[in-house]
């Protein structure tokens, strides 16, 4: 039950931050939005379940950003008409939007016991 609440809280986090700057900033539909979602937030999980509690926060929340970063540029490429150079703009503010919001639910995973303890009491 611990995972799907974190499933829970990654996928909306995600939905509303990829929304946000590109339903309303670069015009995506919210349906291509909600797959670029679904993918990311089903392989960045996989992530923060197996590797997370190998590394750092500072760390994960890089490798999550540059996840990020290739998922949405591909995806929104294959999904949208926009130039490359915009959607590459795109995802990489999404990107940087994202690693904030991962660096504090890698927090949230440590304090439900998923990933390291570690990052629960710290900034690394």
């Known amino acids: 039950m611990k995972h799907v609440k974190a499933l829970a809280v990654k996928g909306t986090m995600t939905l509303v931050l990829l929304y946000l700057f590109l339903g309303f900033g670069f015009g995506l539909s919210f349906g291509n939005v909600f797959i670029i979602t679904v993918i990311l937030v089903g392989i960045a999980y996989l992530g923060d379940i197996l590797i997370l509690p190998k590394i750092t926060n ?29 959607m590459a703009g795109a995802a990489a503010i999404s990107a940087i939007a994202i690693a904030v919001g991962e660096y504090f639910f890698h927090i949230y995973l440590a304090k439900l ?11 690394s």
């Open 113 to 123: 016991g998923i990933g390291s303890d570690r990052l629960s009491t710290s900034s």
């Open 58 to 86: 500072i760390m994960a929340t890089v490798a999550d950003s540059v996840i990020a970063f290739f998922i949405v540029w591909w995806l929104g490429m294959a999904l949208t008409p926009i130039a490359p150079k915009t």
